[in-house]
């Protein structure tokens, strides 16, 4: 079967690896890559020589097609485009912003741009810069979010510009790919069930709480300082609340005393497991997803749901 993005990208299966910060290395997206799907390495906010060391590993571990999402707000966001530039990474998406800055360097060394959107005046300034594709990104995922759901934005952003869209947010199944392709999609990106994956290297508590999350466990943090993050309810979470009300109730509030609770909370769930005061990003979908599995396992489960719900992709 042809798919626009498994053609433009050489990849089996139209799945996209969520990229999630300080989680997404070398061995889940070479285990994503491996199955037939797009394994995305998440550069977050890591230096580069983390960065490049799993980009090195990654191409060690396939000769298959794997990208890297540049996370736009990181302090060594210059420094990562220099790097996939050098490495010669093909596709990259980008996150949390516009990477039109940029956009020249990455066709110079013909590089396919994919970058999440949140909104249809965003996505359509993204086909303007020369995107290849977008990924609309609903407000259900985990990690820094949008205000929009995935049902009300995928539609209206395949309505607004004419390169491929990718559906993203609260897609764990072949029902949820199903149902993004029934909205005008090419391709999903899912990010919680990859998560649990047998590859996936987060820190086993952190895995532990999204196989046990339900589906009212996940709340934003962060909402007045622009930057609002999707996580499960723990007592950090508990604290950005509180914080925020009093915060919110003042004339001027004072977002770094916001920024700062949740600085370093993100490697504090990842590494450490610290499920209390760690900041435990997760999508809404996190209820569905309740084993752990191989990626390629994963990725063949949803496949077949997927074409058994819809003959033709
Ligand atoms: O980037 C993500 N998810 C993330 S990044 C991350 S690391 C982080 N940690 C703490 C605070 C902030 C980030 C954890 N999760 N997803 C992609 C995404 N991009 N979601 C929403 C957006 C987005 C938002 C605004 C993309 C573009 C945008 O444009 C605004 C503008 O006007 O440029």
């Not at 800055?101 to 965003?122: L, R, W």
């Not at 049902?151 to 897609?171: E, S, T």
């Not at 899912?190 to 999204?210: D, P």
Request: net charge negative.
């Amino acid at each position: 079967m042809s798919n626009v993005i498994c053609d433009l990208l050489g990849i089996k299966y139209p799945i996209f690896q969520g990229a999630m910060a300080w989680i997404a290395d070398a061995s889940l997206a070479s285990a994503v890559s491996e199955a037939g799907g797009l394994g995305i390495i998440a550069a977050g906010n890591a230096p580069a020589d983390i960065v490049r060391e799993e980009i090195r590993k990654c191409k060690e571990k396939t000769d298959k097609p794997f990208g890297v999402n540049i996370m736009l707000l990181s302090p060594f966001v210059e420094d990562i485009v220099d790097l996939v530039c050098e490495e010669g990474i093909k596709v990259i998406t980008t996150g949390a912003g516009d990477p039109g800055k940029y956009m020249d360097k990455f066709k110079e060394h013909g590089i396919c741009v994919i970058p999440v959107t949140p909104s249809v005046a965003h996505a359509k300034k993204m086909e303007k810069l020369g995107c290849a594709a977008v990924i609309a990104e609903g407000m259900e995922s985990g990690g820094h979010v949008g205000r929009t759901t995935t049902m009300a934005l995928v539609p209206q952003v395949v309505d607004a510009v004419n390169i491929p869209v990718i559906a993203a947010g609260g897609i764990a199944d072949g029902r949820g790919m199903a149902a993004g392709f029934m909205l005008g999609a090419k391709a999903v990106q899912i990010g919680t069930r990859f998560l649990v994956a047998n590859e996936c290297t987060v820190h086993e508590n952190y895995k532990k709480k999204v196989l046990k999350a339900k589906d009212m466990d996940t709340v934003t943090t962060g909402q007045i300082t622009g930057h609002p993050v999707r996580v499960l309810k723990n007592k950090l979470a508990r604290q950005f609340a509180v914080v925020e009300k009093e915060e919110g109730g003042k004339e001027k509030p004072d977002l770094e005393r916001i920024e700062a609770l949740g600085r370093g909370a993100l490697q504090r769930a990842v590494k450490e497991g610290d499920m209390d005061f760690g900041s435990v990003m997760s999508g809404q979908i996190a209820g569905m997803v309740t084993k752990e599995q191989p990626a390629k396992e994963i990725i063949e489960e949803i496949m077949s749901e997927f074409t058994a719900l819809v003959k033709e992709y």
